[in-house]
């Protein structure tokens, strides 16, 4: 053998190898990348499952947090105007106590406290605390209208 064919031989053997390893690097790269973004799409499915459930349960409490304080709010403007008829009550009781004025701030104050009682679930604690308070200073100065 010579030079040559030897030369030709390990050539011959090296462009087998090279082209069958270049194949087999190849389709590693390619069954690679399939595996690669088969995962990625898997872990995307399940983050976005994750976001549509967080997402989900912030809506209930956006929908909740609007019902309670249209509710709150309801209340509010109920009260302010059972105090307003009350606090009316209490300037004209004032200016005259009179049996009659007595008996309709008496039972103006009688719906006002039912009232605050009523709503006291939907009352920040400080304003049901002063609310109670107030109608406390209300109900003495009935008693001291009476003496």
Excluded: C, P
């Excluded at 050539?11 to 390619?30: E, T």
């Excluded at 499915?45 to 909740?64: G, M, P, S, V």
Aim: proline share 0%; hydrophobic share 40%.
């Amino acid at each position: 053998m010579t030079t040559a064919e030897i030369t030709k031989i390990v050539l011959g053997i090296l462009a087998a190898l090279g082209g069958g390893g270049a194949i087999v690097l190849g389709l590693s790269n390619y069954f690679g990348q399939f595996l690669a973004k088969r995962y990625e799409e898997k872990i995307k499915a399940k983050f976005q499952n994750e976001i549509n459930e967080y997402q989900a349960q912030l809506d209930i409490i956006k929908q909740t947090t609007i019902l309670y304080s249209d509710k709150q709010f309801e209340h509010y403007s109920k009260l302010w105007a059972s105090l307003y008829d009350l606090k009316i009550l209490a300037d004209d009781l004032w200016q005259q106590a009179t049996s009659i004025r007595l008996e309709k701030f008496s039972k103006q104050l009688k719906l006002t406290k039912t009232q605050i009682e009523k709503a006291s679930l939907f009352l920040e604690e400080t304003h049901y605390k002063e609310l109670t308070e107030t109608i406390r200073h209300f109900s003495e100065y009935k008693l001291a209208s009476l003496t």
